[in-house]
């Protein structure tokens, strides 16, 4: 069976049922809506946003959806994400429940913040 090349978000999120295509979506709107001028690809076959560098990521599994923030998303929010089986820079948000979206914005409002201070230093070291 040939394995299909996904290069959009939106071929990502059509790959899947629609109650999860459904979920998908609305994760990639408060993605939008959290870092407005975050720009979409595909990275490792998974929908990704970047600013200033990757931001998030995001991808759909069998039994959950995984978000990425990176360690420092997940080490920030650590007491708020405790429910959620999480490692270093990832977050298992099981199907069956709601996504947290209040928090995964605030998550990436603070990524976002992250990567444009890190871009301005960066920047007056040159």
Do not use: C
Not at 50 to 55: D, E, P
Not at 64 to 91: D, M, R, T, W
Request: no cysteine; net charge positive; proline share 6%.
């Amino acid at each position: 069976m040939e394995k299909i090349k996904i290069e959009t978000i939106d071929d990502y999120i059509l790959s899947f049922p629609a109650g999860i295509r459904e979920e998908l979506q609305k994760l990639r709107g408060v993605i939008k809506d959290g870092a407005p001028d975050a720009e979409e690809k595909i990275s490792w076959q998974m929908p990704t946003f970047t600013l200033h560098g990757n931001l998030v990521h995001f991808a759909a599994h069998k039994n959950h959806i995984g978000f990425y923030p990176g360690a420092s998303g997940i080490e920030a929010f650590k007491q708020e994400l405790k429910e959620y089986k999480s490692s270093k820079g990832a977050v298992q948000f099981p199907y069956g429940n709601p996504l947290p979206y209040e928090l995964i914005t605030r998550i990436v409002k603070f990524r976002a913040a992250e990567n444009k201070k890190l871009a301005e230093e960066k920047q007056k070291e040159r």
